[in-house]
């Protein structure tokens, strides 16, 4: 799993815990980040497959939030993986919706 919050994108894993999401990775550098998001806080679900919205050349699931910044998902197994993740976090969220 790749993720993304502003320019730094982590390698970890993605865990549903209850109402929320939990993002932890290492980047490049060597740097530990997590990240939980309220799955209340998510404005909507979307898969791009742009070139420019990529990470590392994947397809990403697209999480923009009530408040502050997207955050961007990749699966290292593939887009049958993000579908998931992207109808799970649907499932879980009456405000959200999938797209792409």
Do not use: F
């Not at 502050?68 to 993000?82: H, K, N, Q």
């Amino acid at each position: 799993m790749l993720w993304s919050r502003s320019d730094a994108v982590y390698a970890g894993k993605a865990v549903l815990e209850g109402r929320s999401l939990l993002l932890t990775g290492v980047d490049r550098r060597g740097h530990e980040a997590r990240e939980r998001l309220q799955l209340g806080d998510l404005a909507e679900v979307r898969i791009v497959r742009g070139a420019h919205e990529r990470l590392e050349g994947r397809p990403v699931l697209v999480l923009p939030m009530l408040h502050g910044p997207s955050i961007r998902v990749a699966c290292l197994d593939g887009g049958g993986t993000l579908l998931e993740l992207g109808e799970r976090l649907t499932g879980m969220n009456k405000n959200a919706s999938v797209g792409g």
